[in-house]
């Protein structure tokens, strides 16, 4: 994937199934997280009182719990990638 043309901003080849899937759920993950960050800064700066009355407490904790899916899910797909496109004759 570092076959890339910075200029075009794309690649030089196709990318795998299993490559768009892994990049997909990465690009998630980067959508969500400043979502959750604003989100947390701003719980921070009101009171507890407010923020329970004009926030969706729930909905911070539900954007984080997708995140994390989406990185959990990545990892494992990256695992996976590289065993399968690892050459491991010389170990075995």
């Known amino acids: 994937m570092s076959d890339r043309d910075e200029t075009l901003k794309q690649f030089n080849k196709d990318l ?24 947390d800064l701003l719980k921070q700066t009101l009171s507890s009182k407010d923020y329970k009355l004009y926030s969706q407490a729930n909905h911070i904790k539900e954007l984080r719990e997708l995140r994390d899916q989406f990185q959990k899910e990545a990892n494992n797909l990256m695992i996976l990638y590289t065993f399968n496109t690892s050459k491991l004759d010389g170990f075995l």
């Open 16 to 39: 795998t199934e299993e490559e768009q899937e892994i990049l997909s759920n990465l690009m998630c993950v980067e959508y969500l997280t400043p979502k959750l960050i604003t989100d």
